[in-house]
C-alpha cells in the first residue's frame, strides 16, 4: 500500500511537468470536442493521432490519449443533454432524463450534475484503480500463455455476446477482425500469409488503416445514406450552472452508488458502459422518492448513470493497463497505440516502464480536474460546436482520415484499402453488424493465436492443458456462460412470446 | 369470417447477399490457409490453424446468416446522432461521396495533397446536400492548406505538393 502511494507520488511528479499538463490539456479539449461532436469519437481520434504522434514522446501521447478517452465521456453527456439524439448506446439514459430536464428549463442543472458526478465519479474511480492495479499485476504475473488465452477468449466472448443484434453478426465481425489481423508473416514460423504475393502485405494490414476506414469513412457512407433532414434543436442552457441544494442533495448519492457501480463492471471483460449506465437507472428509479418523474427530467436519472459511465470508463483501464485486455473498441486502439511505441501493457509494463504508467495514472486526477472546469463554465462555448454544418463537418472528418493514413507511409494502396474497408464499415452499419468486434479481433486475435500456440508448444501438443490449469478452466467456463447464457434467456424468451400469440 | 393467416416473412435480399458475402469471405480465408507453405521441419502447432479455424467459423456464420435472411430476419440497422434510421437508403449521396474518393485517390500524387483535399471536401459536402458548393470549396481549400502547412511544417512529415507552389 506504501509502495503504491509513494509510486503514485512519483507519477504525480512526471505528471505535473508544465510540458506534460499541457498535453493533458490538449488531451481533454480534444476529448470534448470530440465527444460533442458527432461522427467522430475518442476511439477514431486516438487512431487518427497515432501517426502524428510517432515521434513524441510516450509519456507526453499517452497522457494526451488519456485526456482524449475520459474527455470523450464528458462532451458526450453534453450532447445527449442539450439534443435528443445521442450516439453511443451509453449515453441514451443520459439523453432521457438530461434533454427532459433541459425541455423544462433545467439544462445548465442537467450539464452540472453530469459534469460534477462525472468528476466525483471519475476521481473515485481512478484511486481505485491505483489500488487495484498493483494486485491485479501480482495475479497477472502467475498467468502463463494458458490462462491468457482462456483470458482473451473470454473477453472475445463477452464483447460479441453483449454487443450486437445477433450473435453471428457479433461473431462474424469478430472474425473478419481476426482474419485481417492473420494478413502478413507469421511471427513464429516466418511464413507469409494471405499477403497476395504483394510486398506491401507482408507487412500485415495496419490497424490505424483499418479502424479509421471503419469508424470515420464507413461512419460517414453510413450517414451519408441516411442523412437526417432538418436541424436538430439544440435546447438553449436555462437555468443557473450553480446546482441549488435540493438539486445536490438529490445528486450525491447517485454519484455515489453510479461510481461503486461503474467501476467494477467496466473492468470486467463485459464489453463495455452500456451495462453499468442501464443498471444505474433502474436502481436510481427504484430508490428514488419521486419515481413518477423519471421520464420527465429526473436529476437523479443523469447523476447516476453519467457517474457509472465515467467510472465504468476507468475501470476498462485496469484489465488494460495490467493485463494487456481491452474491453472495448477505444480500450483496443489504445492497446495498439502501446504497440506502435513498442510496449505491451501487462504486468511487465509496470515493471519495465513504471514512469509511463504511473505518470499516466497520476495524470487522470488532473485530466479529471480540468475537465470539470472546461465542462461546466466554458459550456457555452462547446454547445456552439454542435451548430456546425454536417455537409462540412463531415467532409473535413474525411480529410482528416484521409491525411492520417496517408501519413503513414505515403501510400496510395493505403488509401485504397481505408476507402476500401469503408464501405465494408458502411455494410455493416447498415446490415446490423457491431464493429467494436473487428477492431478488438483485429488487435487482440494475433496476441491470442500466439499465446494459444504457445501454450500448446509448452504443453507438447497436449489441448487439455486448457482445461487442466484452474485458472484457464474458470476463465473458460465463464466464457462458456458468456455465449450460452444470452441465447439461452433469448430462446425462452421467444418460446414465451410464441405461447401468447397462439392463446390470442 | 376472416381469419388471419400468419404471411410468412419476405425474403431479406439486402441481408442475404451480406450473408453471402460472409460465405464468400470464408471461402477466401480457406483457400488462403491451403496455401500457406508448412515447413516440414515445424513441429508445433503450425501457422495454418488459426487460418483454418476462422474460414470455418466464417462459413458456420455466413450459413447462419444466410438462414436467417431467407427467413425474413433482418439486421437491425445502427442508430447514430445525424442518422434517421427509418430512412431509405440515399444512393445519390453514396455515388457522390464514392466519387469523390475516387477523384481524390486520382489527384493525390499528380494534383498534390491541397487539390485533392479540396475536391474530397467539395465531394463529399455535396453528397450531404451542401447547397453552397463555393463556400465548401473555399473552406475546403483553406483547411486543407492549413494542415498541409502545419504538417510539413510543424511537424515534418512529408506530403506530396503537386501543382501547388508550396
Redesign the interface.
Known amino acids: 500500500m506504501l509502495e503504491t502511494l509513494e509510486a503514485l507520488a512519483h507519477g504525480f511528479s512526471i505528471a505535473l511537468s508544465w510540458q506534460n499538463v499541457l498535453w493533458a490539456l490538449a488531451g481533454v479539449t480534444l476529448g470534448t470536442m470530440v465527444g460533442i461532436l458527432?461522427?467522430i469519437g475518442p476511439a477514431l481520434t486516438v487512431a487518427l493521432l497515432l501517426?502524428?504522434t510517432f515521434?513524441l514522446d510516450p509519456i507526453a501521447s499517452f497522457i494526451m490519449f488519456a485526456g482524449i478517452y475520459y474527455g470523450g465521456m464528458y462532451g458526450g453527456s453534453t450532447?445527449s443533454i442539450l439534443?435528443n439524439?445521442?450516439?453511443e448506446s451509453a449515453s441514451i439514459i443520459t439523453a432521457i432524463e438530461g434533454n427532459q430536464m433541459a425541455r423544462r428549463g433545467r439544462g445548465a442543472a442537467a450539464l452540472a450534475t453530469a459534469a460534477i458526478g462525472s468528476f466525483v465519479a471519475g476521481t473515485i474511480a481512478t484511486v481505485a484503480l491505483t489500488f487495484v492495479a498493483p494486485v491485479m499485476v501480482r495475479v497477472g504475473l502467475a498467468f502463463g500463455p494458458a490462462d491468457y488465452f482462456a483470458l482473451m477468449i473470454l473477453a472475445f466472448t463477452t464483447v460479441t455476446a453483449v454487443l450486437g443484434?445477433?450473435l453471428?453478426?457479433g461473431?462474424?465481425s469478430l472474425?473478419?477482425g481476426?482474419?485481417l489481423g492473420?494478413v502478413g508473416i507469421?511471427l513464429?514460423?516466418g511464413?507469409?500469409?494471405?499477403t497476395l504475393g504483394s510486398l506491401e502485405l507482408l507487412d500485415g494490414i495496419n490497424v490505424i488503416t483499418v479502424a479509421v476506414g471503419l469508424f470515420a469513412?464507413g461512419?460517414?457512407?453510413?450517414?451519408?445514406?441516411?442523412?437526417?433532414?432538418g436541424n436538430q434543436k439544440v435546447e438553449a442552457i436555462k437555468g443557473s450552472i450553480w446546482m441549488n441544494r435540493e438539486e445536490w442533495s438529490r445528486s450525491w448519492r447517485p454519484w455515489l452508488r453510479g461510481a461503486l457501480l461503474g467501476f467494477p463492471l467496466g473492468s470486467l471483460p463485459a464489453g463495455g458502459a452500456e451495462i453499468p449506465t442501464f443498471l444505474s437507472y433502474t436502481i436510481e428509479k427504484r430508490l428514488s422518492k419521486n419515481p413518477e418523474e423519471f421520464g420527465k427530467g429526473a436529476i437523479e436519472g443523469v447523476a447516476g448513470p453519467e457517474a457509472a459511465n465515467n467510472s465504468a470508463a476507468a475501470g476498462v483501464l485496469v484489465p488494460l493497463l495490467t493485463l494487456g485486455i481491452p474491453t472495448s473498441a477505444t480500450a483496443a486502439i489504445m492497446l495498439a497505440a502501446f504497440q506502435q511505441f513498442g510496449l505491451q501493457p501487462g504486468p511487465l509494463l509496470f515493471q519495465r516502464a513504471p514512469d509511463l504508467v504511473w505518470g499516466l495514472i497520476a495524470s487522470l486526477y488532473v485530466g479529471n480536474a480540468m475537465l470539470l472546469v472546461l465542462n461546466l463554465p466554458l459550456v457555452g462555448m462547446w454547445v456552439r460546436l454542435l451548430t456546425i454544418?454536417?455537409?462540412?463537418l463531415?467532409?473535413?472528418i474525411?480529410?482528416?482520415a484521409?491525411?492520417g493514413v496517408?501519413?503513414l507511409s505515403?501510400s496510395?494502396v493505403d488509401?485504397?484499402t481505408l476507402?476500401a474497408i469503408?464501405v465494408v464499415g458502411?455494410?455493416m452499419?447498415?446490415?446490423?453488424?457491431p464493429v467494436a468486434p473487428a477492431v478488438i479481433g483485429m488487435i487482440l486475435?494475433p496476441l491470442a493465436?500466439q499465446q494459444?500456440?504457445r501454450a500448446?508448444?509448452i504443453s507438447q501438443?497436449d489441448y487439455s492443458v486448457f482445461f487442466t490449469r484452474p485458472l484457464s478452466l474458470t476463465l473458460m467456463i465463464v466464457a462458456a456462460l458468456a455465449l450460452l447464457v444470452p441465447v439461452a434467456l433469448d430462446m425462452r424468451a421467444k418460446r414465451k412470446g410464441r405461447t401468447v400469440e397462439v392463446d390470442d | 369470417m376472416e381469419q388471419q393467416i400468419q404471411g410468412r416473412r419476405p425474403v431479406a435480399w439486402?441481408?442475404l447477399l451480406?450473408a453471402l458475402?460472409?460465405v464468400g469471405?470464408g471461402a477466401y480465408?480457406l483457400q488462403?490457409a491451403y496455401r500457406?507453405?508448412?515447413?516440414p521441419s515445424?513441429s508445433?502447432?503450425?501457422?495454418r490453424?488459426?487460418?483454418f479455424l476462422?474460414a470455418f467459423?466464417?462459413l458456420a456464420?455466413?450459413a447462419?446468416?444466410c438462414v436467417?435472411a431467407l427467413r425474413g430476419v433482418?439486421?437491425?440497422?445502427?442508430e447514430?446522432?445525424?442518422?434517421?434510421?427509418d430512412?431509405p437508403?440515399?444512393?445519390r449521396?453514396?455515388l457522390v461521396?464514392g466519387g469523390?474518393?475516387v477523384v481524390?485517390?486520382l489527384l493525390?500524387?499528380r494534383g498534390g495533397?491541397i487539390v485533392a483535399?479540396t475536391a474530397?471536401?467539395?465531394?463529399?459536402?455535396?453528397?450531404?446536400?451542401?447547397r453552397n458548393w463555393l463556400r465548401?470549396v473555399l473552406?475546403?481549400a483553406a483547411?486543407?492548406t492549413a494542415?498541409y502547412l502545419a504538417?510539413t511544417e510543424l511537424?515534418?512529415?512529408?506530403?506530396?505538393a503537386g501543382i501547388v507552389p508550396l
Request: charge should be positive; glycine fraction near 12%.
Open positions: 458527432p461522427g501517426p502524428v515521434n450532447t439534443l439524439t445521442p450516439g443484434s445477433s453471428a453478426r461473431l462474424t472474425l473478419f481476426i482474419g492473420m507469421d513464429q514460423s511464413q507469409a500469409r494471405y469513412v461512419e460517414t457512407f453510413y450517414v451519408a445514406s441516411r442523412l437526417r433532414r454544418p454536417r455537409p462540412l463531415y467532409a473535413g474525411l480529410v482528416f484521409t491525411l496517408y501519413s505515403n496510395i488509401l485504397i476507402y469503408g458502411f455494410l452499419r447498415r446490415f446490423g453488424f486475435g493465436e494459444f500456440r500448446l508448444a501438443g | 439486402g441481408d451480406v458475402g460472409v469471405l480465408f488462403g500457406i507453405r508448412v515447413l515445424y508445433n502447432i503450425g501457422p490453424f488459426f487460418p476462422v467459423a466464417l456464420c455466413g447462419v446468416l436467417q433482418r439486421g437491425i440497422p445502427e447514430a446522432e445525424d442518422v434517421d434510421a430512412a437508403t440515399d444512393w449521396a453514396l461521396m469523390a474518393l481524390n485517390l493525390m500524387r495533397f483535399s474530397l471536401y467539395l465531394g463529399v459536402a455535396l453528397a450531404f446536400h451542401e465548401a473552406i475546403g483547411l486543407s494542415i504538417f511537424l515534418g512529415l512529408t506530403l506530396p
